[in-house]
């Protein structure tokens, strides 16, 4: 079946506009992580869904970054008055672990760009 | 939370040698241990993986090794190739967390 997709897979935006990123997981799959990869670094986990239950946001480095997931299906990553150190690829994976995280399959990632 | 280093952060090696990433994970509760590729400008990609109820696992060219009392997992690729050049990820996870290692970047000299 379809992998994980990601939309847009680029974008650039001026500092201090807003800007939303979406995440089509795997049909079927629970859970949800996003993540942040900075040029030549590693995965910076960022917040993480599981089913209906409340999401793990100890990841957001700061309150301008929000994310939505409604059920088991699309999720979306807003970041607020975007910064330029907010440049990097995100990146959505989702796993078909109930409780226990299990393999997580990615996306290929949105590259944003902030000037 | 759990704490996962990753040594070396980068490692040449010549083509048809092997190369060893290891990986120390901090959290008793991690059971589960995957090994992600990424190559460059794309997404990472699962490798291989081990449960904490099994020591080894070997496929092909790539096996993975798992001390559960010394919480360290070591990743093997033995005659290497210039298409296994790519950053390594592992990452050790267990009950609703997973975190990853900084990375290791292959380089396979032909």
């Known amino acids: 079946g379809a992998g994980v997709s990601q939309s847009p897979s680029n974008k650039v935006t001026e500092k201090g506009k807003d800007v939303e990123l979406r995440c089509d997981p795997i049909s079927g799959h629970t859970a949800l992580y996003w993540y942040r990869q900075r040029l030549g670094q590693g995965l910076e986990f960022l917040i993480y869904f599981q089913g209906n239950s409340a999401p793990d946001k100890s990841g957001l480095p700061s309150d301008r970054f929000s994310a939505e997931r409604t059920g088991e299906s699309v999720s979306t990553l807003t970041i607020q008055r975007t910064q330029q150190e907010d440049s990097a690829v995100y990146l959505c994976?989702?796993?078909?672990?109930?409780?226990?995280?299990?393999?997580?399959?990615f996306g290929p990632g949105t590259r944003l760009t902030v000037l | 939370g759990e704490n996962v280093e990753q040594h070396p952060s980068t490692l040449s090696v010549q083509e048809g040698d092997s190369a060893v990433i290891k990986c120390t994970y901090s959290?008793?509760?991690?059971?589960?241990f995957p090994w992600y590729k990424q190559e460059l400008g794309k997404r990472p990609q699962l490798i291989i993986d081990i449960r904490s109820n099994v020591g080894e696992k070997k496929d092909q060219r790539i096996a993975v090794t798992l001390n559960k009392t010394a919480k360290h997992f070591s990743l093997h690729i033995t005659e290497t190739q210039p298409e296994d050049s790519a950053v390594y990820f592992c990452?050790?996870?267990?009950?609703?967390?997973?975190?990853f290692g900084t990375g290791t970047k292959l380089q396979v000299i032909p």
């Open positions: 990452a050790a996870s267990g009950y609703q967390k997973v975190t």
């Open positions: 959290d008793s509760a991690s059971n589960y």
């Open positions: 994976a989702s796993s078909s672990g109930l409780v226990f995280v299990d393999t997580q399959y």
